[in-house]
C-alpha cells in the first residue's frame, strides 16, 4: 500500500454579522483542514482551535503536521489517541482518517462505525449575546425555528431571557452562560429562566467553581460543556449535570466521542451534540451522533456568510444528512 500523505491548511470563513459570547465577538471562523492521501483517495477533516483550551490556530496546524512521518509510517486511526493528545488538531485528523477509510471500502463512516443511519434533524439555532432589545429583535426574526439556544453573559441576564420568550413565544429555549454566571446570582438567572421555559442551561459557572452543583436540585436541568471533556471527567460530571455537551474538537474526534457517549449514556447522563464555528465539514461527523442526542446544536454553517459547497441543506432549522461529496 502507498504512503499516505498529509496536507494542512488554514481557512478563513466570514461570520453573518458576527457572533457574541460572554467571552467576546468573532467575525470570521478560523478553521485547520486536515487532508489524507493515499492510493489516489483523499479524505478531510476540519477543526477549530479554541484559545478556552490553550489552543492556538498555528499550534494546531503545527501540531498536525507533526504527524506526517507517523501516518506516512503507516499510522492508522485506531492507534491516534496513542499518538497525540485530545484536542482539535486530532479531531481534524480522526476526521480524515474515517473519511479515507470510508471512500477505500466504498461504505460510508456511519456504517463503519456501526452507528445508526443519519435521519433529517433539527439544529438549534444560536443568538449571539447583546443587549435585550437586539436579542429580542433577533429571536423574533427566528421565531418561527424550533430549538433556539440563546447566548447569555451575566448581569442584565434576566432581561435578555425574558425579551428573547416574548419575541419568540412557540420555540424551544436553551440557554448557554459560557461560565458568566456565579453562585451568588445562580438561583436568580435559574428562577428567570425556569419562568421562560428554558429546556436546558448549558456551563452555568466557571469550570473551576462548580463543586457547589454537587446535590444542588437546579429548576432546569443543566449541561456540562467547559467542565466536561473526555471519560475521565465524566463521574465528577454525573454528579453536578444531568447532561453533557459532546464536542468532537475537544474529544479529539468522532472515534473517541463515540466511546464518550456511550459512557456518559451509561451514567445516565443526557447528550447534546455541539460544534464550535465553522463550516459544513467540521459539523458532518458530529452529525452521527444526532441520534443519541436529546439536542443537536450544529448550526455553525447557518451562522456563516457562506458555506462550503456541497455543504449540508437545512429547511430552516431541519438539517438533512450529508451529501456524499461533503464527507465520509
Known sequence: MSEARLEVAVERWPIAGGFTISRGTKTEAVVVVASVTQGGVTGQGECVPYARYGETVEGVAELMRAQSAWLAAGGRRADLAAAMPAGAARNALDAALWALEARRAGRPVWAQAGLPEPQPTVTAYTLSLGDPGTMAAAAARAA???????????DGDEERIRAVRAAAPGATL???ANEAWSEANLDRHLAACAQAGVALIEQPLPAAADAVLEGFASPVP??????????????TVARRYA???????????L???????????ERGLGLMVGCMLGTSLAMAP??????????????GPLLLARDRVPGFAFDGSLMQPAPAGLWG
Request: negative net charge.
Open 174 to 176: 436553551i440557554v448557554d
Open 144 to 154: 418561527e425555528r424550533p430549538l433556539l439556544k440563546v447566548k447569555l453573559g451575566g
Open 286 to 299: 458530529a452529525f452521527l451522533l444526532a441520534p443519541w442526542a436529546r439536542f443537536v446544536d450544529l448550526d
Open 255 to 265: 472515534t473517541e466521542a463515540i466511546e464518550v457517549a456511550n459512557a456518559a449514556r
Open 243 to 253: 447532561y453533557v455537551n459532546v464536542k468532537l474538537d475537544k474529544t479529539g474526534g
Open 222 to 235: 443543566l449541561c456540562a460543556d467547559e467542565s466536561f471533556h473526555g471519560r475521565e471527567t465524566l463521574d
